[in-house]
């Protein structure tokens, strides 16, 4: 591929394009997302290759593997193209099965079709999944239909187009006022809004840089990871635009070693439009230099922090520090850096694009456009969602989540991460903006929303987030190490069966003290998940302190299993599965459980169908 | 817990067999100086180069210490210093395979500690240690980024999801199988 020498070539290459890509061959698009590879995408597209080299029609048909399209409940996920046959959760196995009829002979196969969990019906095709209907999916929409290795499928679908419109028709104080309008605020937790912080940037002399925070660190959250896998050239033409925006001629994306297939991806997206281009020295000819580097993060989840990210991105530890002068005035090597998250980075060329009217008219008065959720934890479709900022939480847990598996019980749902806050049922008609979380003890964070069930324990889950957060503090300012440490002892103590009265005030005393006097967010969100339980499940930790007792059954010293002889029909299954041999008893007759044998793994609560086996 | 660095002497390696795969240890300084040159020896590289050690090596080897010194110009501190602070790096010789039992919030609620106790069990090994001969090194991370096919682990670079007890000792056994 010749070099783009300027923005004409670039159209043309689109146009022609687009004209090979209307000819309607037959496509089969693969989810290689690692939702889906986990579940065997890597067997399915190989399986894929030989039928069709044994039945010599490679040429005919184009396989493609596609990026994450979201319903990862349901991976591996194939669609067929130009008709678009949905099937999920596609195995080596059926793989002859579908060449034969549906490739061959454009049949769709009924027993391979999405069946609906609520209504039961049959749902041939994905626009009509109800996990999609519902969507809104702007930035996240072109994932499953581009090959993120190829620069070219991004052009076809309009890429780069903004890229062209900030080089050649607009001056950088043009692009900031049109993302200030916009209202778009930092996806990635703070909400900041991006065109003032932009401007603030151009305003500071010195080497500007322009940072992208792929160091995705929130437990529960996979967004940021799903979009540089899936469509990396989003993220890229959105700081080359902020570059051209801010006059920056570096920039950086800082992302983390655990996401090989992120890091691959966007390898290659960089060397692709350099070659085209497109990133580089004297980019379509505008004579705007700007180049890309990848910085791979090890692991450290204060790294999200806008000065610890920087002290790494130097090569330090990456501790954080005072912020009494801003990175946009000092970051990186001492010089003013602008740094946003890879889902911020990816709405600019939308915004750029569409116009800032067209994206404001989305979402809520002061939280515009719209958030990806990573919907995770006990829903039925588990996935990532893109809705309009305002949605409710009702609508994304039952409408578009499908409701809880199992018919059980809602409890809570879990935002903005080891930062955020647990919300119960009485909020589920909530519209999730930045300030309505805010209002009721959460965040946005960077969109991870983890529901949680009658089977989880909120003293447990509270521990869980301060025993992460203890080994993730950098260690350097006392409260956030120490107040952490110390909180953590008093919850495990609740939930071993060691709690005293007067533990709770303690927590709230200790958790207001770390808040108010830690270094950086990390420490002051950290007691959150803490007081918001406490906030809304007093009971749940009473009665751990008090009676001793866990009703969830999680911690293992508060509760024992039963069998109830009046539900329980002796079908045996718990007593195949049990691990220890502490199920006795005859077929077809009341089972009993050995309490000094049973390690309380609670194989046999998950395997009973009928609900005999019950939490005391 | 905080562990002060004292002599340099509790970081040296504890040099064992290790069938075929790279028996006797050998570090190749050669491919050490490829990395540094891959990066023109930058110093802000640093943690990207003790990574890619970690690739060869499946852990860094405190010999390097004194090359990475006199190449990238920083002190041993430094490097003790970020070898330390970022969970992805290990100054301890780690097993052929390093399975990483996800932790994160979503695996969590989906049962993510039974995993773990099942595979401690299995391994006779405890969270974050490797089996005598080092075949396995049980480590938790902290989010693998795929959520919604909880629980997961990863097996070096294999992601195997949507487990419970009985499939995921399933999975070590195979990587057991393939071993032997």
Redesign the interface.
């Known amino acids: 591929m010749a070099t783009l020498k300027n923005s004409e070539s670039l159209d043309r290459l689109r146009e022609s394009l687009k004209e090979r890509g209307e000819r309607g061959a037959r496509l089969v698009s693969l989810c290689a997302g690692?939702?889906c590879?986990?579940?065997g995408t890597g067997r399915v597209y190989r399986a894929l290759k030989e039928e069709l080299a044994r039945q010599g029609m490679e040429g005919d048909v184009e396989v493609k593997l596609t990026g994450c399209h979201g319903f990862?409940?349901k991976?591996p996920i194939m669609v067929l193209h130009p008709e678009g046959f949905f099937y999920p959760q596609v195995k080596e196995e059926q793989i002859p099965e579908i060449v034969e009829k549906s490739i061959k002979g454009g049949e769709l196969i009924e027993s391979l079709v999405f069946k609906d969990p609520v209504t039961k019906k049959m749902i041939p095709y994905e626009r009509d999944v109800p996990f999609y209907r519902l969507q809104q999916r702007i930035i996240f929409g072109n994932n499953g239909i581009i090959d993120p290795t190829n620069i070219e499928d991004y052009i076809a679908v309009g890429g780069y187009s903004a890229l062209q419109r900030a080089l050649f028709e607009m001056t950088p104080e043009e692009i900031i006022e049109e993302i200030k309008r916009s209202g778009l605020r930092g996806r990635g937790g703070g909400g900041f809004p991006t065109g003032i912080k932009w401007e603030s940037c151009r305003r500071h002399e010195g080497e500007r840089y322009v940072i992208c925070n792929a160091d995705?660190?929130?437990?529960?959250?996979?967004m940021d990871?799903?979009l540089l896998e899936g469509n990396p050239h989003s993220v890229v033409e959105g700081m080359i635009i902020g570059a051209v925006a801010i006059g920056s001629r570096e920039g950086y994306v800082y992302v983390r070693?655990?996401?090989?297939l992120a890091v691959k991806n966007l390898t290659k997206a960089l060397e692709a439009a350099e070659e085209y281009g497109l990133l580089g020295r004297d980019i379509l000819g505008s004579g705007f230099d700007f180049e890309i580097r990848i910085?791979?993060?090890?692991?450290?989840?204060v790294c999200g922090e806008s000065t610890a990210l920087m002290a790494?991105?130097?090569?330090?530890?990456?501790?954080p520090r005072a912020k009494y002068v801003h990175t946009v005035a000092r970051g990186f090597r001492q010089n003013p850096s602008n740094l946003n998250n890879v889902e911020t980075w990816a709405n600019v060329p939308v915004i750029i694009n569409r116009g800032a009217d067209w994206y404001a008219s989305i979402g809520t008065e002061n939280s515009k456009g719209t958030k990806i959720f990573?919907l995770?934890?006990?829903v039925v479709n588990?996935?990532?969602v893109e809705v309009p900022m305002g949605t409710s939480l009702r609508t994304i847990i039952y409408d578009i989540g499908g409701g809880i598996p199992k018919k059980k019980q809602f409890k809570a749902v879990?935002t903005g991460?080891p930062s955020g806050g647990c919300i119960p049922g009485q909020f589920l008609d909530l519209g999730v903006d930045f300030d309505e979380l805010a209002k009721v003890g959460s965040m946005m964070g960077s969109g991870?929303m983890?529901v949680?069930d009658q089977d989880?324990c909120m003293v447990d889950?509270a521990r869980?987030?301060l025993d992460?957060l203890k080994?993730?503090s950098?260690?350097q300012c006392t409260p956030c190490r120490e107040g952490i440490k110390q909180m953590l002892e008093i919850l495990t103590n609740i939930c071993e069966g060691h709690g005293k009265e007067g533990d709770i005030s303690l927590l709230e005393e200790l958790g207001g003290m770390v808040k108010k006097f830690s270094l950086c967010g990390l420490g002051t969100s950290a007691p959150n998940p803490v007081l918001t339980t406490i906030r809304y499940f007093r009971d749940e930790y009473e009665a751990h302190i008090r009676d001793k007792r866990c009703p969830a059954g999680v911690c293992k010293n508060l509760f024992h299993y039963e069998i109830d002889p009046d539900t329980c029909t002796g079908c045996r299954l718990c007593a195949l599965k049990c691990?220890q041999g502490a199920i006795s008893g005859e077929k077809k007759k009341p089972h009993k459980l050995d309490q000094d044998k049973c390690i309380k793994?609670?194989?046999c609560y998950?395997a009973c169908k009928f609900g005999a086996v019950l939490i005391k | 817990m905080f562990e002060p660095l004292g002599g340099g002497g509790e970081f040296s390696p504890r040099i064992r067999e290790w069938d075929d795969m790279q028996a006797p240890f050998e570090i190749r300084l050669e491919k050490i100086e490829e990395i540094i040159e891959k990066y023109h020896g930058d110093r802000e590289a640093l943690l990207m180069i003790l990574q890619d050690i970690a690739d060869i090596h499946n852990y860094v080897p405190p010999e390097v210490v004194p090359l990475l010194v006199e190449r990238l110009g920083v002190r041993p501190s430094l490097i003790y210093s970020v070898a330390t602070f970022y969970k992805t790096i290990s100054l301890e010789p780690r097993g052929k395979y390093v399975i990483n039992v996800c932790t994160g919030t979503a695996c969590h609620v989906r049962g993510a500690d039974k995993i773990m106790e099942a595979l401690k069990e299995k391994l006779g090994i405890d969270e974050g240690e490797t089996t005598e001969d080092l075949k396995f090194t049980l480590e938790a991370v902290r989010c693998v980024g795929c959520c919604a096919s909880g629980p997961v682990i990863t097996v070096n670079r294999e992601t195997h999801g949507g487990l419970d007890r009985s499939s995921a000792l399933k999975i070590i056994e195979s990587y057991e199988k393939e071993i032997s």
Do not use: W
């Not at chain 1, 910085?295 to 989840?301: C, E, Y």
């Not at chain 1, 790494?312 to 501790?319: A, I």
């Open positions: 690692s939702g590879a986990a579940y990862c409940e991976g995705e660190g929130d437990p529960g959250a996979y990871r799903s070693h655990e996401y090989p910085s791979r993060g090890g692991g450290a989840f790494s991105l130097e090569g330090n530890p990456g501790r990573s995770v934890g006990k588990t996935g990532l879990q991460g991870g983890i949680m989880t889950v869980y987030f992460f080994e993730e950098c260690g691990p793994c609670g194989v998950d």
